[in-house]
């Protein structure tokens, strides 16, 4: 099977055992806790803590992830192992309190047997140490033999953090044979031998600080499936690389590069792997709208591009070769991710800029540290100087510079490189400090020879100007109709136009305070000190921001007037394609109240009224109750906004002349992002015009899906579906049921002086007390008390006792209901306990026969 074959047949397979099948969330995650999406259940994190009610009970998803970053960090592995990657695909299905370890481990056995078609006898299980429950069902239920179910630590047990949803998991893998390494199984064998390539955790238990753990009211399952190791498996090939997508890939970089694989060295293979590998990543990251930057993301995207450029240059390549891998990644695998062939020529451009860039001063760079290592002697470590100029004038990462030195057996002294680092940015931090009065630099040199910036930008989009600074990467006009970023607001960007050069301008900051700095992108001729210049902004795309700017302002204002007076306004970003508005309020904003938010949102828009944008005293301001937005700085004469006739708040951005400006407003998620923070995301204007076809496309593919012609005819055809299914699923509880009594024989026949205690399966409470009764009505039983783990979560007792017996049930079972944590009412004929303690049941069962005179 090909990828894109077993991505379908995973896919099809759990939604036709009732799946909903979620979309890939983005690389950029909600969860700050990490810096990219590195698992399939990032996207459900929420579902699993209760911070937020799962809107379905199972769901399917094919999530793209990268470990390129923090603790997550595959990087420097990447092509010198059989399976490491920096972009790789999990595959998983999930239940949210709905089945648990019997049926995960018979879904993924199925799966891998019925439609994989592996051989079982190649297969390897782990359970936890503890696990027995998973031990045996593999054993039992699914059949797997007790000589391939090996039992690990610290690997088969996993943890959302210190506190919150752990429990233990359970790993398949695949023997690919005496060739790979040696016996002994995954606990024992060799690595490359015995191939995990599917986890399933069974989240069972919450921690608390203490680290004791209380089992969760609805366990959940949560599996993820490796696709490229699967299909490493699937296509019977020795790593990842030689899989169909990525081998394509490294075909493409080896005809970019004008390297010949089959006479390639190990060395030169590598440099292919990585070209292939980092293409995937980066193409996926930018479209997921990561830039390339000195911090966070877009540091390890950085990273990740320069370091394939690198390679390329290694490979004697002098001409940029991303581009032309951009291209490649978009037809191998566009036509399972459609938003890269939607954004093809924005990822290319942005990876050809940066690879550019790069270029320029990989040479000089690479000849510098060529010559530093040169001169070291034996075992001296390369400066930290050394490692800075590179990354300061040159552009190298440090983390670039280490796998050269690295090359050549040689150390980089990171402590010094971190030091100069730390100097250098106090030294940047100081340098913008205006009112301390300290030394700041040629940009406040500027403020004090010419004034601040003039912004133009409110009234005209083109305005003519005099270039008063230009160095590589900045430019700074006297007067600008570029907007600097700021107040959640993206910078302008455009083009800066004299006699003799075209500088196209990427954004535009805040330099120091008044000073508009514009970032080159590229320059076309030269701009000069003192020439003329006629600086000109993208006004489609302003345009599009002032709407979304505008319409934060409303939505702080609806949602007041529906949520609540203590909503704040927390944090936003305003860009062209959409906005994002952070608001504290303790719990999850309900479906209702959105559509409430919505209305009066559009109300306003439709009715059109004008908007004022003026500037006055701080002091008038609060007196026409102006509301202040998170995050900015005010000093005594400041700008208000006026958006109609409810809103009235400070903000310094470029905003519409009248609501109607805007367009339909079209709230696209609303979700937590911290304690008592939540963040709603919307799109106005075209944004809502191209959110509602998406919408239309999917209402039209879930009609097909239903089998029904007309969208509108899905609601119906759902609820018949859900009908169907529900009365399947009382069907199911009946023959279960049935089952369980059908049990009561065998039970009695384990009596000991009629008495039977044992521990049941496969019964709800309802079922267990009339289990009990049944075999308490056997033949030669005059007691009898059963235990049962509940798939529900929970634990049960139950005992009944005839007329004629010596028994009393409430009096057997009272010490043992204890231990499992519960209570329950108590009877002389027959009783019944719940408890949570899952752990304790066979104790509990142990004093029930201490109690009935046979323990």
């Given at each position: 099977?090909?990828?894109?074959?077993?991505?379908?047949?995973?896919?099809?397979?759990?939604?036709?055992?009732?799946?909903?099948?979620?979309?890939?969330?983005?690389?950029?995650?909600?969860?700050?806790?990490?810096?990219?999406?590195?698992?399939?259940?990032?996207?459900?994190?929420?579902?699993?803590?209760?911070?937020?009610?799962?809107?379905?009970?199972?769901?399917?998803?094919?999530?793209?992830?990268?470990?390129?970053?923090?603790?997550?960090?595959?990087?420097?592995?990447?092509?010198?192992?059989?399976?490491?990657?920096?972009?790789?695909?999990?595959?998983?299905?999930?239940?949210?309190?709905d089945y648990f370890k019997s049926e995960a481990c018979a879904f993924a056995w199925d799966f891998i047997i019925n439609v994989?078609?592996?051989?079982?006898?190649?297969?390897?299980?782990?359970?936890?140490?503890?696990?027995?429950?998973?031990?045996?069902?593999?054993?039992?239920?699914?059949?797997?033999?007790?000589?391939?179910?090996?039992?690990?630590?610290?690997?088969?047990?996993?943890?959302?953090?210190?506190?919150?949803?752990?429990?233990?998991?359970?790993?398949?893998?695949?023997?690919?044979?005496?060739?790979?390494?040696?016996?002994?199984?995954?606990?024992?064998?060799?690595?490359?031998?015995?191939?995990?390539?599917?986890?399933?955790?069974?989240?069972?238990?919450?921690?608390?600080?203490?680290?004791?753990?209380?089992?969760?009211?609805?366990?959940?399952?949560?599996?993820?499936?490796?696709?490229?190791?699967?299909?490493?498996?699937?296509?019977?090939?020795?790593?990842?690389?030689?899989?169909?997508?990525?081998?394509?890939?490294?075909?493409?970089?080896?005809?970019?590069?004008?390297?010949?694989?089959?006479?390639?060295?190990?060395?030169?293979?590598?440099?292919?792997?990585?070209?292939?590998?980092?293409?995937?990543?980066?193409?996926?990251?930018?479209?997921?709208?990561?830039?390339?930057?000195?911090?966070?993301?877009?540091?390890?995207?950085?990273?990740?591009?320069?370091?394939?450029?690198?390679?390329?240059?290694?490979?004697?390549?002098?001409?940029?070769?991303?581009?032309?891998?951009?291209?490649?990644?978009?037809?191998?695998?566009?036509?399972?991710?459609?938003?890269?062939?939607?954004?093809?020529?924005?990822?290319?451009?942005?990876?050809?800029?940066?690879?550019?860039?790069?270029?320029?001063?990989?040479?000089?760079?690479?000849?510098?540290?060529?010559?530093?290592?040169?001169?070291?002697?034996?075992?001296?470590?390369?400066?930290?100087?050394?490692?800075?100029?590179?990354?300061?004038?040159?552009?190298?990462?440090?983390?670039?510079?280490?796998?050269?030195?690295?090359?050549?057996?040689?150390?980089?002294?990171?402590?010094?490189?971190?030091?100069?680092?730390?100097?250098?940015?106090?030294?940047?931090?100081?340098?913008?400090?205006?009112?301390?009065?300290?030394?700041?630099?040629?940009?406040?040199?500027?403020?004090?020879?010419?004034?601040?910036?003039?912004?133009?930008?409110?009234?005209?989009?083109?305005?003519?100007?005099?270039?008063?600074?230009?160095?590589?990467?900045?430019?700074?006009?006297?007067?600008?109709?570029?907007?600097?970023?700021?107040?959640?607001?993206?910078?302008?960007?455009?083009?800066?136009?004299?006699?003799?050069?075209?500088?196209?301008?990427?954004?535009?900051?805040?330099?120091?305070?008044?000073?508009?700095?514009?970032?080159?992108?590229?320059?076309?001729?030269?701009?000069?000190?003192?020439?003329?210049?006629?600086?000109?902004?993208?006004?489609?795309?302003?345009?599009?921001?002032?709407?979304?700017?505008?319409?934060?302002?409303?939505?702080?204002?609806?949602?007041?007037?529906?949520?609540?007076?203590?909503?704040?306004?927390?944090?936003?970003?305003?860009?062209?394609?959409?906005?994002?508005?952070?608001?504290?309020?303790?719990?999850?904003?309900?479906?209702?109240?959105?559509?409430?938010?919505?209305?009066?949102?559009?109300?306003?828009?439709?009715?059109?009224?004008?908007?004022?944008?003026?500037?006055?005293?701080?002091?008038?301001?609060?007196?026409?109750?102006?509301?202040?937005?998170?995050?900015?700085?005010?000093?005594?004469?400041?700008?208000?906004?006026?958006?109609?006739?409810?809103?009235?708040?400070?903000?310094?951005?470029?905003?519409?002349?009248?609501?109607?400006?805007?367009?339909?407003?079209?709230?696209?998620?609303?979700?937590?992002?911290?304690?008592?923070?939540?963040?709603?995301?919307?799109?106005?204007?075209?944004?809502?015009?191209?959110?509602?076809?998406?919408?239309?496309?999917?209402?039209?593919?879930?009609?097909?899906?239903?089998?029904?012609?007309?969208?509108?005819?899905?609601?119906?055809?759902?609820?018949?579906?859900?009908?169907?299914?529900?009365?399947?699923?009382?069907?199911?509880?009946?023959?279960?049921?049935?089952?369980?009594?059908?049990?009561?024989?065998?039970?009695?026949?384990?009596?000991?002086?009629?008495?039977?205690?044992?521990?049941?399966?496969?019964?709800?409470?309802?079922?267990?007390?009339?289990?009990?009764?049944?075999?308490?009505?056997?033949?030669?039983?005059?007691?009898?008390?059963?235990?049962?783990?509940?798939?529900?979560?929970?634990?049960?007792?139950?005992?009944?006792?005839?007329?004629?017996?010596?028994?009393?049930?409430?009096?057997?079972?009272?010490?043992?209901?204890?231990?499992?944590?519960?209570?329950?009412?108590?009877?002389?004929?027959?009783?019944?306990?719940?408890?949570?303690?899952?752990?304790?049941?066979?104790?509990?069962?142990?004093?029930?026969?201490?109690?009935?005179?046979?323990?």
């Amino acid at each position: 099977m090909k990828a894109n074959e077993v991505r379908r047949a995973f896919t099809d397979f759990f939604v036709e055992r009732g799946h909903s099948h979620q979309p890939s969330a983005s690389l950029i995650p909600h969860d700050p806790t990490v810096l990219f999406t590195v698992a399939g259940m990032v996207q459900f994190k929420t579902f699993f803590t209760g911070e937020e009610a799962a809107p379905y009970d199972r769901a399917v998803t094919i999530q793209k992830c990268v470990r390129a970053g923090g603790k997550h960090n595959d990087l420097d592995e990447i092509g010198r192992t059989r399976r490491h990657l920096t972009f790789f695909e999990m595959m998983g299905n999930f239940s949210f309190g709905d089945y648990f370890k019997s049926e995960a481990c018979a879904f993924a056995w199925d799966f891998i047997i019925n439609v994989l078609e592996l051989d079982p006898e190649r297969l390897w299980i782990t359970v936890h140490l503890s696990d027995d429950e998973a031990a045996e069902i593999w054993e039992k239920e699914i059949g797997v033999s007790a000589d391939r179910i090996q039992r690990l630590d610290e690997d088969n047990y996993w943890k959302m953090g210190d506190t919150g949803p752990c429990g233990p998991c359970s790993e398949i893998f695949y023997d690919k044979g005496p060739e790979f390494g040696a016996d002994g199984g995954p606990a024992h064998g060799d690595e490359d031998r015995f191939i995990e390539f599917w986890n399933l955790v069974f989240m069972q238990f919450d921690q608390a600080d203490d680290g004791t753990k209380t089992p969760l009211p609805k366990p959940s399952i949560d599996t993820g499936m490796g696709l490229e190791r699967t299909v490493s498996i699937l296509q019977g090939v020795d790593s990842v690389w030689e899989t169909d997508e990525l081998a394509a890939l490294q075909q493409s970089a080896a005809e970019l590069t004008g390297l010949d694989p089959a006479t390639a060295e190990a060395e030169q293979l590598v440099s292919l792997r990585i070209l292939a590998d980092h293409a995937r990543s980066t193409s996926m990251l930018v479209s997921d709208g990561v830039f390339p930057s000195n911090e966070a993301r877009g540091y390890a995207l950085r990273r990740i591009l320069r370091r394939a450029v690198r390679h390329a240059y290694i490979l004697g390549v002098e001409t940029p070769v991303m581009g032309g891998m951009v291209d490649a990644v978009v037809g191998v695998m566009g036509g399972d991710y459609p938003d890269l062939v939607e954004n093809h020529d924005f990822i290319r451009d942005v990876i050809d800029r940066e690879e550019v860039r790069f270029r320029e001063t990989l040479r000089t760079g690479q000849a510098i540290l060529d010559e530093r290592l040169d001169a070291l002697a034996e075992g001296e470590a390369l400066s930290g100087d050394t490692a800075f100029l590179l990354h300061d004038t040159y552009g190298f990462p440090l983390e670039v510079t280490q796998e050269i030195t690295g090359e050549r057996g040689v150390d980089v002294d990171v402590e010094a490189f971190r030091a100069a680092m730390a100097d250098q940015q106090k030294r940047a931090k100081d340098a913008r400090k205006v009112a301390g009065g300290g030394d700041t630099g040629d940009l406040v040199s500027l403020v004090e020879a010419h004034g601040e910036t003039v912004f133009t930008g409110r009234d005209e989009t083109s305005t003519e100007a005099t270039v008063l600074h230009i160095d590589d990467a900045i430019v700074v006009l006297d007067r600008t109709p570029f907007y600097a970023e700021s107040g959640g607001q993206v910078g302008d960007t455009g083009t800066i136009r004299t006699e003799t050069g075209e500088i196209v301008v990427g954004d535009t900051t805040y330099g120091v305070p008044g000073i508009h700095v514009h970032a080159i992108d590229s320059l076309t001729g030269t701009v000069e000190v003192g020439q003329t210049a006629t600086a000109t902004i993208d006004d489609t795309r302003r345009a599009a921001i002032r709407r979304n700017h505008t319409a934060t302002h409303l939505l702080h204002w609806a949602l007041r007037e529906v949520v609540g007076d203590h909503v704040k306004q927390q944090g936003s970003w305003v860009g062209p394609d959409r906005l994002r508005f952070d608001f504290s309020h303790y719990e999850g904003v309900s479906a209702e109240q959105l559509a409430a938010v919505e209305d009066l949102v559009n109300a306003e828009v439709l009715t059109n009224p004008s908007c004022r944008h003026f500037e006055t005293t701080m002091d008038e301001a609060q007196k026409l109750g102006a509301i202040a937005f998170f995050g900015d700085k005010y000093g005594d004469v400041v700008r208000v906004l006026e958006a109609g006739p409810h809103s009235t708040e400070l903000c310094g951005g470029t905003h519409v002349k009248a609501l109607g400006d805007i367009g339909l407003v079209r709230i696209l998620s609303e979700g937590s992002i911290g304690s008592n923070i939540r963040r709603i995301e919307a799109v106005t204007g075209d944004g809502t015009r191209q959110a509602v076809r998406a919408l239309d496309e999917q209402l039209a593919a879930t009609a097909a899906a239903l089998g029904v012609a007309n969208a509108d005819e899905a609601p119906e055809a759902a609820a018949r579906l859900t009908a169907a299914n529900k009365d399947l699923r009382k069907e199911l509880d009946r023959l279960k049921q049935q089952l369980a009594v059908g049990q009561a024989p065998a039970l009695a026949g384990k009596a000991v002086d009629g008495v039977v205690v044992d521990q049941v399966d496969g019964v709800d409470r309802n079922g267990l007390r009339d289990l009990a009764v049944s075999v308490r009505d056997q033949d030669g039983v005059h007691a009898v008390v059963l235990g049962a783990v509940f798939e529900a979560g929970g634990v049960g007792l139950a005992a009944a006792v005839t007329p004629e017996s010596p028994h009393n049930a409430g009096v057997l079972i009272e010490d043992a209901k204890k231990t499992i944590g519960g209570g329950g009412k108590a009877s002389d004929d027959i009783s019944v306990a719940g408890g949570k303690d899952v752990g304790a049941l066979g104790g509990a069962l142990d004093q029930a026969r201490a109690a009935a005179g046979i323990g």
